[in-house]
Nanobody, 118 residues
Framework: QVQLVESGGGLVQPGGSLRLSCAASGSIFTIVTMGWYRQAPGKQRELVASFIGGDSTDYSDSVKGRFTISRDNAKNTVYLQMNSLKPEDTAVYYC????????????WGQGTQVTVSS
């Protein structure tokens, strides 16, 4: 089993920045990739950013150029740096992890709320 714990959410004004963290523990040797999702009220959960092989990354069009996913393997932690935040970025952000040989996401964190408002 793998446990994922997000942190770093909060209230920020439009144009501001936040950095989310996702700490992984447990059987982390089974994880081959990680990503960040978000879900706004009344909307489906969407993939925001992920690692897609090695150090390659992918982003949704809505956050490209503003958000950056990164990782610190020594700390078993993945980050999501969010800049130039907009009210439409308001959502619960979830960290997800995938095991080897799988196509879906096997593990999820509990989520952290990000609210962008003046």
């Amino acid at each position: 089993q793998v446990q994922l714990v997000e942190s770093g959410g909060g209230l920020v004004q439009p144009g501001g920045s936040l950095r989310l963290s996702c700490a992984a523990s447990g059987s982390i040797f089974t994880i081959v990739t990680m990503g960040w999702y978000r879900q706004a009220p009344g909307k489906q959960r969407e993939l925001v950013a992920s690692f897609i092989g090695g150090d390659s990354t992918d982003y949704s069009d809505s956050v490209k150029g503003r958000f950056t996913i990164s990782r610190d393997n020594a700390k078993n932690t993945v980050y999501l740096q969010m800049n130039s935040l907009k009210p439409e970025d308001t959502a619960v952000y979830y960290c997800a992890a995938r095991r080897s040989g799988r196509t879906g996401w096997d593990y999820w964190g509990q989520g952290t709320q990000v609210t962008v408002s003046s």
